[in-house]
T-cell receptor
């Protein structure tokens, strides 16, 4: 069965610094996709970045990059130059094969301090 | 803003009642998924609809049911509400297996 593990319940970072949020996954499928979402207190899940299992290069989207290490089954999110508005819950999720189902981790609460 | 809208935003129901939550998918998206997010947890997959047919279901009892309409909007129905059904219900739309975009959610409280 698919499983996503986020071991950091909470993280703190100073404004303008970089932060890494950890995510490890478990799957027996060869084809899968990895996602990161941001959830502010308002509740909406905001898509940040996607990495396919066959993508050879790490995905990047503006200040977000995904450090994909397939052999270690890890897909860490790196946020560069943190901003106060980055304070939120961050969820790592996996979609396996042709299924549309997303499996989420328990999330990491990021707090950016001024 | 994703273009996925959910209604209502908040709802209070009594145990044993029935509830219907609605979702309008993003224009052009033919797939809708529903998730339940309990407080302090990640979202849990309830089911998915593709072109009006259910094509995947999570570990939820049959009292959780849904519909997708020809315009790809969707409803989630929950019968015989229980206290543990209190949660944030999220709808996500996508074009087949493309990126899933979520609505703002419906916060359901069962008392």
């Amino acid at each position: 069965a698919q499983k996503i593990t986020q071991t950091q319940p909470g993280m703190f970072v100073q404004e303008k610094e970089a932060v890494t949020l950890d995510c490890t996954y478990d799957t027996s499928d060869q084809s899968y996709g990895l996602f990161w979402y941001k959830q502010p207190s308002s509740g909406e899940m905001i898509f940040l970045i996607y990495q396919g299992s066959y993508d050879e290069q790490n995905a990047t989207e503006g200040r977000y990059s995904l450090n994909f290490q397939k052999a270690r089954k890890s897909a860490n999110l790196v946020i560069s130059a943190s901003q106060l508005g980055d304070s939120a819950m961050y969820f790592c999720a996996m979609r396996e094969g042709l299924s549309g189902k997303l499996v989420f981790g328990k999330g990491t609460k990021l707090t950016v301090n001024p | 803003e994703t273009g996925v809208t959910q209604s209502p935003t908040h709802l209070i129901k009594t145990r044993g009642q029935q509830v219907t939550l609605r979702c309008s998918s993003q224009s052009g998206h033919n797939t809708v998924s529903w998730y339940q997010q309990a407080l302090g947890q990640g979202p849990q997959f309830i089911f998915q609809y593709y072109r009006e047919e259910e094509n995947g279901r999570g570990n939820f009892p049959p009292r959780f049911s849904g519909l997708q309409f020809p315009n790809y909007s969707s409803e989630l129905n929950v019968n015989a509400l229980e206290l543990d059904d209190s949660a944030l219900y999220l709808c996500a739309s996508s074009l087949a297996l493309g990126e899933a975009f979520f609505g703002q959610g419906t916060r359901l409280t069962v008392v």
